[in-house]
């Protein structure tokens, strides 16, 4: 059960870097950093394999560059679909 809370907090964490760093974050909530976190993780890891520290079970420069990755699409995305509503 700790384990999850720490996953949870170290996703929240990830997220929110990962939004600073692109300086799109400042829209999210802890609930989006948290999800982009874990998604951006599960991304980072699957293309570029869990090697360098690792966090509850996340190894944190794949994780967070993922996060980047993510963040970036997801915004680029968003704003395609606010620039055809204009």
């Known amino acids: 059960m700790l384990h999850w809370l720490w996953v949870l907090i170290v996703g929240g964490i990830i997220g929110l870097i990962a939004g600073a760093i692109t300086h799109k974050g400042g829209s999210m909530n ?48 968003l704003s395609m679909i606010h620039g055809r509503e204009a």
């Open 30 to 77: 802890w609930i989006l950093n948290i999800i982009a976190g874990l998604v951006g993780s599960s991304i980072g890891e699957g293309l570029l394999g869990a090697w360098g520290p690792q966090l509850a079970g996340m190894a944190i420069v794949p994780s967070l560059l993922g996060a980047i990755i993510l963040v970036l699409i997801v915004s680029w995305i």
